[in-house]
Structures are given as C-alpha cells and as structure tokens.
C-alpha cells in the first residue's frame, strides 16, 4: 500500500510537500513485526527486506520536500523510513532507534548509509553498535531531527509542526523547491566542483520557467507572487 501511494505521488505535480506521520496513538512505526519474521524461512527474508529497502529508496527520491512527523516509537525500519525524508521533527517524547544489532542482524533499510550521512560516521557507529534508542531531546542534540517539540494532549506535537513547516515551504516557487532538492541530493554524493557543475545545471531549468518571471514582476508589482509550478 505505501509502495502503491508512493508510486501514485511521484509524478503529481499538484502535491507541494508530504508529510509521513502514523495514526496510531504513540508510535511512528515499530520496525519489523518479529512474531511475522519468526515464521519466515531465511530464504525469504533477504527478498522481504529487499522489498522494504525498495519503498524506502521510493520515499527518499521523491522529487518535493518530504517531512517526517515523529510522535511516537520509530524502531529500526521505523527510523530507515523517517531516515528517508528530506527533514524529521518529533515530540520528546518519542523514542529512536536502529535496534537492529541487539537481533543480531543489522539495519537493512538504508539504515547503515543515511543514519551516518545524516549526523555523522561516528556517532552513527556507535548508535548503531549499541541499538541505542533515543528521545526527541536526544535526538535533537545528535542531529537526527531538526525540532523538537513536548508533546500535547492530542499526541501529535510533531505533526502540527511539520504543518507548520509544510506551510512555509508552499508559498515558495513550486519547480524551485523540487530542483533545490535535486541539487542537493546530488551534489551531497560528489565532490565540491561536481557539486557545483550540479547546481548550475538545476539552476538552468528554473531560468526558462514562467514562475521565475511571476516572481520578479511580483517583486516589482509589491506583492505576493502566485506560482503554478510552470
């Protein structure tokens, strides 16, 4: 079903940002279901894991900015799949972890490449070393989420404030935010000079779009620009 959304969200050029939250009250998303993983023959868990690697990469490469709202448990495969959106918020609340090595196998997600790329190879090392699990104030120290929020009474702190977020960025023009993204998704896997031949050639495809001149004649005009994503 979330490969399916995915796959449905990649070309929709309607859709500004996406927000990847849990309605279930206190957790994100547990990891593995072990009692399941218990039953599998092993022949069948490289292909069931590749199979989650695969959504997860699906998540990672949408083109407009992805937000995860953590307001609860984000356990191992739980963390890979908020691992894989652009910006992480959660309650303090909330607990963090690839707990993987306490089963005695290791994150098999995307866990060992973006929790390092993420708050860097070190401490990547240790949590990972240890299954460490962490709460949102933790987490905020080390990096691993941008905000930190205490959480309310309705249990979704984190996700109020990726609507937050999420509304600072839809003002913005709507091709610009997408080869922003590009950009830098690209340009973090290079060189600094590659990096930058990357950048120029994101900036080139905003040059001929009709939101680049809306938005210097609303500057001219004094007023709020309105972008069509064109």
Avoid: W
């Avoid at 600094?192 to 938005?215: F, H, V």
Wanted: positive net charge; hydrophobic residues 45%; glycine residues 10%.
């Amino acid at each position: 079903m979330l490969s399916k959304t995915v796959d449905g969200l990649k070309s929709d050029k309607k859709v500004r940002t996406i927000i990847v939250r849990s309605e279930v009250p206190g957790i994100f998303c547990a990891g593995a279901d072990l009692k399941e993983r218990v039953k599998m023959h092993s022949s069948e868990v490289g292909p069931f894991v590749s199979k989650i690697r695969a959504v997860i990469n699906e998540i990672a490469n949408l083109p407009m900015p992805t937000i995860a709202a953590i307001d609860g448990l984000a356990l191992g495969g739980g963390l890979e799949l908020a691992l894989a959106c652009d910006i992480r918020v959660a309650a303090s609340s909330a607990k963090m972890g690839l707990v993987e090595t306490k089963l005695a196998i290791i994150p098999g997600g995307g866990g060992t490449q973006r929790l390092p790329r993420a708050i860097g190879m070190s401490l990547a090392k240790e949590l990972i070393f240890s299954a460490r699990v962490l709460d949102g104030h933790e987490a905020k120290a080390v990096g691993l989420i941008s905000h930190v929020l205490e959480q309310n009474q309705e249990g979704d702190a984190a996700y109020k404030k990726a609507l937050d977020l999420a509304r600072e960025f839809l003002p913005q023009g709507p091709v610009a935010v997408r080869v922003a993204k590009l950009a830098i998704n690209q340009g973090m896997e290079v060189d600094l000079i590659t990096g930058l031949a990357i950048e120029e050639a994101c900036y080139a495809q905003t040059i001929p779009t009709k939101d680049r001149l809306e938005g210097l004649l609303a500057f001219k005009e004094k007023r709020s620009p309105r972008y069509k994503g064109e």
